[in-house]
DNA sequence: TATTGTTATACTCTATAACTATA
DNA sequence: TATAGTTATAGAGTATAACAATA
């Protein structure tokens, strides 16, 4: 029941509050339009995401797997099983080492990806088109610099 | 730098990919943080993201709830009914108009609003006190920038 | 004992599409 | 007919925690 207003203006969104709205906002705007794409290769955000992370790698283990694309170990074992059905990853056993895996493209996964890859590239890069290399490299400095806040 | 705009295959092919990336992963870690500090309240992200909508306002149809969060209208059926199985929204029908709800907070919710949501604010901020007005201000426009592609 | 990954449970979100009621 | 919202269905991701196997 105690509730504490905020002390300096109340109705006053502060620059700290409109650019976190801004890039939650932003994030849903670009997912929106990257998963329905996404969606027509007949793959989840999580699923894709798992392939073009493992894409140009030789495989890694769950554990790195998870740490880089954010996803808890429970899930990502779903994860991994449905894309192992389709047959685009698998498991690898590595020697000396029977307590881990290396998660692989198979050839199948990785021809899906050199091919899908850049087509989704592109698709995203209609609607950056009119952006100059200088303005993509300031958005990209900018991003950075949110991303080691994190 | 070039001052070519993009076009893809080419060689600033790599700085627009490393630019999408960057979105991704910013955002993908942003997320983390803040849904960790969500879901600790008993709501999950879009929960969450309805009350604080729907906070500051006299109510949103089902419709513009659905726009501005940009979640279907079906799955935001199942959303406003378990907030309101927590009676945190309401559906309410308006005078003249039978077909549309408006959905508002109740006192319940304007006060978990009102409470939760500056500290949500804060826990956030925490990663950011470094940053200057100025550095907070470049990186609002870099995203303004970004979602008006959106 | 610590680490790696799986399994179990329960719930929520999601896409998609058919459906109801109102305008 | 068109619009607003619900319902139905099936699948997937999620948190959480217990579990097994290996190191």
Known sequence: ?????????????????????ELARTYQAFANYSDSYVR???????QFDVII?????????????????LVTKGTLTGIID????????????PQGNRRSFTVVLTPHGEEL???VYPAYVAHLGERFQNLSPTELE?????????????
């Open 1 to 21: 029941m105690h509730s504490q207003p905020l002390r300096s203006g109340e109705s006053d969104r502060t620059l700290f509050q409109t650019m976190l709205h």
């Open 40 to 46: 027509q290769l007949g793959l989840t955000p999580p």
């Open 53 to 69: 992370t493992l894409g140009n790698t030789s495989g890694l283990s769950m554990n790195r797997l998870g740490e880089q694309t």
């Open 82 to 93: 449905r894309l192992e059905q389709k047959s685009l990853v698998r498991r690898m056993v």
């Open 113 to 115: 990806f050199r091919e």
């Open 138 to 150: 300031t958005i990209r400095l900018a991003l950075t610099k949110l991303r080691e806040l994190f």
